[in-house]
């Protein structure tokens, strides 16, 4: 019989609660491991243990999937043996064959929990390294640098033995700290924060402001298409779409060019409160980074702060490009985030936008016009769309 043996991350750190954190994590994995079929999962001695009800189940896609939920931090598809060396020995050398084959060098670790078992941890490691080499005589023994490692667990319920241990996504189970709202445009940043947020344990939703016809269906179809990729790691997210256009071609009209950016950001914060507060999120999330266009500067940030009536999360703000994009590309939005269609954030861009701003000036100038009426008239058209784990909406 194989199991898939998921460990935990930070939540073997935790205290008191603990066993919310672990709960909350099986549930999750459950949901997550539902469409591919029965499985018994439970947990003990800070793992989780995944055991298919059935035959047909792709243990393969279950591992894949497994590795991109917070709260894991390695998952082992393991053989359950019983817990006598000589069957461990019996049935470990055909059941490690495939890896043991096609490496060079290999060592043997063994954890005995089970304190009953008759031999220690380094009996256990020169009894099964010793068969393993008569076995595979190829193999070389490395205990700093080996090509496998095989692990052997004496637990209590069985011996499990597995010779790969897959680093899987860590941080901490989705929805154990709360609800967030990302600000999510079509670029590369803004799926990073959320990722980034999701792993923190926040359940993120999103919220994409449209400006038809200045950005086209193509533009929504693209950050609807972010939205689905993101479901594999952040789970179910309710995307609002905001008609914007009314409300950028106000600001174009009645406000100076200079101010338009940080104006412009200061009424998507002031839209996202209004959602806030009706969906209890406790956060709103941007991919912003210091320095990295004109309305990130500090002058700039603290301008649009000043408009939001909850925390804003910046997980990128120390990062540069490379770094975002590297982590673009492990969760694969990078390639549908540089597709070339335009979000309302470039639409009457101005040529030289102010990048230190005072508050007050930026205070006057938005007070040009009265912004409140086309703010409501936005929110109660938004639309909703809710997009299902696994991207499935």
């Known amino acids: 019989m194989e199991v898939i043996m998921a460990k935990y991350g930070e939540i073997a750190l935790k205290g008191l609660n603990r066993s919310s954190f672990e709960d909350l994590l099986v549930r999750n994995i459950k949901r997550r491991l539902a469409p591919l079929g029965d499985f018994d999962v439970s947990r003990r001695q800070s793992t989780v243990f995944i055991k298919p009800l059935s035959e047909n189940v792709d243990l393969d896609i279950a591992v894949n999937k497994l590795c991109k939920v917070f709260g894991i931090a390695a998952v082992q598809r393991s053989a359950v043996l019983p817990k006598k060396m000589d069957e461990i020995i019996k049935l470990g050398i055909p059941y490690l064959k495939n890896t043991l084959e096609n490496a060079g060098t290999f060592k043997v670790e063994a954890k005995r929990s089970d304190k009953s078992f008759p031999l220690t941890s380094p009996q256990i490691q020169q009894e099964l390294g010793g068969a393993l080499s008569d076995a595979y005589p190829h193999l070389i023994t490395d205990v700093h640098n080996p090509d496998i490692t095989v692990l052997l667990e004496i637990r209590d319920k069985g011996a499990y033995l597995n010779a790969e241990k897959i680093p899987a996504a860590g941080g901490m189970p989705v929805g154990s700290n709360g609800n967030a709202l990302l600000l999510l445009s079509g670029g590369i940043d803004s799926p990073v924060a959320a990722f980034m947020m999701a792993k923190r344990g926040l359940r993120v939703d999103a919220i994409h402001f449209q400006s038809p016809p200045y950005t086209s269906e193509r533009a929504l179809m693209k950050v609807e298409s972010l939205c689905e990729k993101l479901t594999d790691y952040c789970g179910d997210i309710r995307f609002y779409c905001v008609p914007f256009t009314e409300i950028q071609e106000a600001l174009r009209d009645n406000c100076s060019g ?130 299902k784990l696994g991207g499935k909406n």
């Open 258 to 387: 200079d101010y338009f950016t940080v104006i412009m950001r200061r009424l998507m914060l002031k839209i996202a409160n209004r959602f806030c507060a009706a969906k209890h999120y406790g956060a709103l999330i941007t991919g912003e980074s210091v320095g990295q266009v004109a309305s990130q500067t500090l002058a700039a940030i603290g301008c649009t702060d000043e408009a939001a009536g909850y925390p804003v999360l910046r997980p990128l703000v120390g990062m540069d490009k490379k770094e975002i994009v590297e982590i673009a590309r492990k969760i694969e939005t990078f390639e549908t985030s540089i597709l070339p269609y335009e979000d309302c954030c470039t639409v009457f861009t101005p040529k030289h936008p102010k990048t230190k701003p005072i508050l007050e000036d930026v205070i006057k100038e938005e007070k040009n016009f009265d912004f409140a009426p086309l703010i409501e008239k936005a929110v109660s058209n938004t639309r909703i769309k809710d997009f």
